[in-house]
Each structure stands twice: as C-alpha cells, then as structure tokens.
C-alpha cells in the first residue's frame, strides 16, 4: 500500500511560480512511475506530467510542456513539480499518482492517489 500527500499549492498571479510536493510512503516507492494530474471545476481528471521510476525520463502534456519540470527524489521518497509562467487555465486542483499500470496519460493506469492540492491562479 502507498500513501500519497500532496503539498504546495495555493494563490498566485498569472505569470508567477509554484513548487509542488507529494511525498509517498512504502518501501515500493522507488519502482513506481509517478504522475501529476489536475481536474478543474466541471472538467475531467487531465494528465499534466509524468517521471519514471528512474528519473530519467519524464513526460508532458502539451500545456505543460516549456513551463512545468517534474522530478523525483528517491531517497525522500518525493516527487515534486515545478509550474512557471502560471495561466489562470492552471486552475485546478493537483493530484499526485503512483504505480502505473497502463498508458502514462490515462488516469485509470495509476493504482494509488493523493487528495490532491488546490492551485489558483489569479489574472
């Protein structure tokens, strides 16, 4: 079993930056690719980012890509996403997930999730 608990999130201007947190318990941390997603109010659960149990490789979604950074430190059993140049389409509560099973974007291939943190970015 993995527990995750995300940390971070909050109120910023368009154009500002924010550092999110999750960090996993279980000693199976170290072999699960780890995931950010987001769901705004009345929208569906969208992939954001991705990272390999490794660290060295990561995936983006297209909105994400040039402004968001994910990484993962092991040894803290954290994995962590950087937002820069924030949009007030980031809106969005953030959710981390751990243990693919199945297609990197798809939110039904990861087996555990933290509750999430909320990010509000103001115009």
């Known amino acids: 079993q993995v527990q995750l608990v995300e940390s971070g999130g909050g109120l910023v201007q368009a154009g500002g930056s924010l550092r999110l947190s999750c960090a996993a318990s279980?000693?199976?941390?170290?072999?699960?690719?780890m995931a950010w997603f987001r769901q705004a109010p009345g929208k569906e659960r969208e992939f954001v980012a991705a990272v390999s149990w490794s660290g060295g490789g990561a995936y983006y979604a297209d909105s994400a890509k040039g402004r968001f950074t994910i990484s993962r430190d092991n040894a803290k059993n954290a994995v962590y996403l950087q937002m820069n140049n924030l949009k007030p389409e980031d809106t969005a509560v953030y959710y981390c997930a751990a243990n693919l099973m199945g297609r990197v974007a798809v939110p039904t291939g990861y087996a555990y999730w933290g509750l999430g943190t909320q990010v509000t970015v103001s115009s």
């Open positions: 279980g000693r199976t941390f170290s072999s699960y690719t």
